[in-house]
C-alpha cells in the first residue's frame, strides 16, 4: 500500500523565516496531496491541497509544490508567525480509494519563535 | 454550520469495558472515516464508509467496530477496550473532491 514519509520531524524557525515540509510517497497512482494544520487539543484542518495535474499552489503565505517524478510534495510557509505553531501532517490519496481514504505522515512540529 | 462533531470529547474506560465514540456530520458527504492518532504515528484509518449501509476496513481494524445507518452519523464502537486502545481519534467527512473535514477528537484512556 501507499507510505508517505514526511520530513523533518520537529521544525524551529524564528518568526518572519520561512517553513520547509517535505513528503514522500511511495505509489505513483496517488494524485491528491492535502496538507492539515493540528493545533493543540483540536482535530486537523484542511489549509491547503494539491492534484497531481498541477505542480505548485498558493494560498496567501502557505504553498505547495509537487514533484510527481520523485514522488515528493512540500509545503512552504512564508513571513511565518506565531500563530503558525502546531503540527503539520501530510497525506496522499489514490484515485482507486474511496473518496477521503488517505495515507498520512508522521506529522512535523512547527514551532515559531518571536 | 457545526460540521463534523464528536462526542464525548474525553473518556476513561476500564479494561473489557465497551463503548461508542459519536460521529456526526451535517454537510450531507457521503464518505465518513475514524482515524486513531498515536505519538509519532500520525492519523491511521480505523473504519470508512462511503454511504448509509456500506462500510469497510481500514489500516487498522481489529477491536473496532461500526454501522453507517444515517448519511449523518457514523459511530465506532469499542467491543471490549484494551490499554493499546488508548489513543485520540478523530472522526472526518468528505465530499466529492475528497477534502476531508475532521471532528474535534475523542481522547480515550484505557486503563
Known amino acids: 500500500g501507499e507510505n508517505v514519509e514526511q520530513h523533518p520531524s520537529t521544525l524551529s524557525v524564528q518568526e518572519g523565516d520561512s517553513a520547509v515540509i517535505k513528503c514522500t510517497y511511495s505509489?505513483?497512482?496517488?494524485?491528491?496531496f492535502p496538507w492539515y494544520k493540528q493545533e493543540l487539543g483540536k482535530g486537523p484542518q484542511l489549509i491547503i491541497d494539491?492534484?497531481?495535474?498541477?505542480g505548485e499552489k498558493k494560498d496567501q503565505r502557505i504553498a505547495v509544490t509537487l514533484n510527481k517524478t520523485a514522488k515528493h510534495f512540500s509545503l512552504h510557509i512564508t513571513e511565518t508567525q506565531p500563530e503558525d505553531s502546531a503540527v503539520y501532517f501530510c497525506?496522499?490519496?489514490?484515485?482507486?480509494?474511496?473518496?477521503?481514504?488517505?495515507?498520512f505522515g508522521a506529522g512535523t512540529q512547527v514551532v515559531v519563535t518571536p | 454550520n457545526a460540521g463534523v462533531t464528536q462526542t464525548p470529547k474525553f473518556q476513561v474506560l476500564k479494561t473489557g469495558q465497551s463503548m461508542t465514540l459519536q460521529c456526526a456530520q451535517d454537510?450531507?458527504?457521503?464518505?465518513m472515516s475514524w482515524y486513531r492518532q498515536d505519538p509519532g504515528m500520525g492519523l491511521r484509518l480505523i473504519h470508512y464508509?462511503?454511504?448509509?449501509?456500506?462500510?469497510d476496513q481500514g489500516e487498522v481494524p481489529n477491536g473496532y467496530n461500526v454501522s453507517r445507518s444515517t448519511t449523518e452519523d457514523f459511530p465506532l464502537r469499542l467491543l471490549s477496550a484494551a490499554p493499546s486502545q488508548t489513543s485520540v481519534y478523530f472522526c472526518?467527512?468528505?465530499?466529492?473532491?475528497?477534502?476531508?473535514?475532521f471532528g474535534q477528537g475523542t481522547r480515550l484512556t484505557v486503563v
Open positions: 472526518a467527512s468528505s465530499g466529492g473532491e475528497r477534502r476531508a473535514f
Open positions: 505509489d505513483s497512482a496517488s494524485n491528491y
Open positions: 494539491i492534484r497531481s495535474n498541477v
Open positions: 497525506a496522499a490519496s489514490k484515485p482507486t480509494d474511496s473518496w477521503g481514504k488517505l495515507q
Open positions: 454537510m450531507n458527504h457521503e464518505y
Open positions: 464508509s462511503v454511504g448509509a449501509g456500506i462500510t
